[in-house]
DNA sequence: CGTGATCTAGATAGATCGTTCTAGTGACTA
DNA sequence: TAGTCACTAGAACGATCTATCTAGATCACG
């Protein structure tokens, strides 16, 4: 099965580059991880790694966003949606043994500098989530501008404790961050309802 | 002079891995960029790469304290010392050319995983930061629990901007965090004269 | 059955990695 | 003056890296 090979080589190589970078992962490893045809990465992916790594961030981005909206969803207001994501994070890092964290964090920082291409798609998926967050806070009569940063804000909180949680191996910074986000989701919510 | 060699190995593998990353910064690009002889790395640092990368953590992570420390020192409040903190980071950020943000960040994505002592590093270097800003904000009257996690939020905060700033090439992360930041901070402390 | 196209398999190349090694330089001390 | 020690200099080693290449397996379809 062609597309399936494909798959798994693409989720493979997202499984390692998120917990070891992008410089830090192997074509020879992602082959092993994914159970794949050394010959077959070359094949599907002519453009070699950085090709690979280009799908690699837009998938991960791509899921990572469908997940997170899938909390949104399933909870009974805005900000349950927010206090369940960092929780949901909370338990998946710490299931995980503090491996997954961020798709795209660690692959983001290594390239920025050096690989203007991955840097470019670190940059499009970062600007998707924001957009998709930002249109949840619109959604609950959040003025326009605010609702961006709002969401922005959190994307970015939600960054910096993947960070501290993964670096200290504990999952209070993610607690703490998303103490901080439901505090200020609460307040911009409660700004809207008392116009 | 000895010290002198061994100080710009230190400052040229700090500069180089901060914007690179640990595996991306190969021994011999550091000895290049520190107009150092190779044999010396090796002469300075017999562990090799992973105890020049601790002490690069080490050294980055007490540089940057002392850093931040000066900033809110020449502020006349704890407000305005947050306030500059972020629009200083976004001015230096803008300066690199957004290589040069938090001195730690690629490196304890990428060796969270993977190699324990420097994650160990980066772990306390960041337990460092938070308990520094959590003084502040304890002498500004503000409970220690609050004051903790207050300084931990806005570290994580800065963080996450860090990452956008430079995924995006852009300072507009670091200013909406910012303003967040301020926010809140002003809002902890209007909580403690009121009382 | 035959024939391309697609995919698998891994040997190979050439560069670079971290590290070790030996040799040498220069300065300070006995 | 001889000897010791800190430091410099870079050749060399084995491992590993990305990428290419050839050959064989598998498939869809005439």
Redesign the interface.
Known sequence: MAADTRDRIVFGAATLMR??????TGIKQIATEARAPFGSIYHFFPGGKDQLAAEVIRRGGYFFQVLVESVFDAAPDLVTGVRDCFEGAAETVRATD??DACPI??I???V???NEPL?EA??EV??TWIAAAADRFRSAGIPAKDAR?LG??M???????F??S????ST??LE??G??AVA?AELALAAVSAR
Chains 1, 2 share one sequence.
Request: hydrophobic fraction near 40%; aromatic fraction near 6%; glycine fraction near 6%.
């Open positions: 917990r070891q970078g992008y410089t830090g503090y491996q964090a660690t983001a920082l290594e920025a500098s050096t840097r670190t940059a970062f600007e940063e922005a804000a994307i970015m909180s939600l960054e910096g404790a960070l501290l993964r670096a200290t191996r209070k910074p703490i961050a103490r901080a200020q």
